[in-house]
Structures are given as C-alpha cells and as structure tokens.
C-alpha cells in the first residue's frame, strides 16, 4: 500500500524567503514521486518528479526537491519565493509514472510581500 | 503538439440526474486516468483506461463508469447522482511503456455541482 502525508495544510513565507513543503511517504515498493501545483480554478501542473535516478531532483519555476529514503520524504524546496509561487502544491507517490498516483491532501502556500 | 483537455468547463445537476464528462487526451497517449477532487482535498483516483479496457479502479462505486474510445479520447459517466458528488473532476493521460516511467498531464477539470 502507498500514502502521502503533507505536513502544514497552509504555509506562509515572505517574498524572497525560502520556501519548503513537505511530503513524506509510505511505499512497499520503490516509489516514483511527484509534485504538482494547481492554482485557482485550474487543474495541475507538474513540477518535478523522483523516477529512481537521481536524489536531487530540479523541475520548473526554480523548485527543487531531494529523495531522502531513510527518512521517507521528498521535500520541496525553492531558495526564493515569489508572489506569483502562490498556489496549492500537491505531493503524489506511485508505483509507476502510468500508474495510479495516491495524492496528498495538499498545502496552500501564501506569499506575503 | 495539444494538452489534456476537458469538456464541460463548469457542469450543474440535480441530485439523482445522469452526467456525462469528456475528456481528450494528449497526442500520443494511450492511457486515460479519472480523478475526483473534492473541495480542500487532494484528487482522488476514480479508473484509469489503457486500450480501451478497464485497468485499475479506485475506491468508487459502480455508478462511475467509464469509457476510452479508439481514439483515446474518454467519458466519465456518473448514475444516480449524489451531494458528494460535488467536485472537481480531473482527467489525465499518459504513454504506458514497458518501463511505465511515463507521467501523467492533467487536463484543466470539470466542475460539477450537484443540487
């Protein structure tokens, strides 16, 4: 069985302020991981996503998230948040990229200027 | 190359009534996958079609069915609608490969309300 667990429904940063989200996860298998953001009213976008090749993994918009197995996390990081970066961001673990993915409950992340 | 998309954009019904939700997947894709994301919460998976047969099934009731046609373009059917039907109802595709390392895109939504 697979699950995600999101920590902080709602995170507030400054602008230029680090931004982290976090995502843990349980998987009997070697999972893939995902993260996507989905802004007012529109579907999701992927980000990043973790297929077993590199732990550090950099997708769009200047977000990066690194694969910890021992710990079980796959946190999503960006050094420098800004006003537009102000969305809902969605952590999902699958057993394949075609397969089903098993969502978070998400964290809204606000941008304060 | 065109995305994932979804058609209606917004969709009211009356409780009890039938729906019918369309979905074109992305060029290329052989693979259609239906989410429910209920208001606050994270999608949830519904099916997923891969040459047109059934390939996996959430934790949904009968009265969600669904269809993928030669073309890969699919439907989400929904019976006897209920109140928590309410959501937004997300389509996506993907390419399925022997390494299944694909990802799947998301098209924009349905919004349905249900009275």
């Known amino acids: 069985a697979q699950s995600v667990t999101q920590l902080g429904s709602h995170v507030s940063v400054s602008e230029g302020a680090l931004v982290l989200l976090r995502c843990n996860y349980s998987s009997s298998v070697p999972p893939y991981l995902f993260w996507y953001v989905q802004y007012p009213n529109q579907g999701l976008q992927l980000l990043l996503k973790y297929t077993s090749a590199a732990t550090l993994v950099k997708g769009i918009n200047g977000f990066e998230a690194e694969f910890k197995k021992s710990e079980t996390s796959f946190h999503l990081t960006k050094p420098s948040a800004h006003m537009s970066d102000a969305a809902e961001y969605f952590c999902?673990?699958?057993?394949?990229?075609?397969?089903?993915?098993?969502f978070g409950t998400g964290t809204r992340l606000k941008v304060l200027a | 190359e065109t995305g994932v998309t979804q058609s209606p954009t917004h969709l009211i019904k009356t409780r009890g009534q039938q729906v019918t939700l369309r979905c074109s997947s992305q060029?290329?894709?052989?693979?259609v996958s239906w989410y429910q994301q209920a208001l606050g919460q994270g999608p949830q998976f519904i099916f997923q079609?891969?040459?047109?047969?059934?390939?996996g099934r959430g934790n949904f009731p009968p009265r969600f069915s669904g269809l993928q046609f030669p073309n890969y373009s699919s439907e989400l059917n929904v019976n006897a609608l209920e109140l928590d039907d309410s959501a937004l109802y997300l389509c996506?595709?993907?390419?399925?490969?022997?390494?299944?390392?694909?990802?799947?895109?998301f098209g924009p939504g349905t919004r349905l309300t249900v009275l």
């Open positions: 999902a673990v699958s057993r394949g990229g075609t397969y089903k993915y098993i």
């Open positions: 079609y891969y040459r047109e047969e059934e390939n």
């Open positions: 060029s290329g894709h052989n693979t």
């Open positions: 996506a595709s993907s390419l399925a490969t022997a390494g299944g390392t694909d990802t799947q895109y």
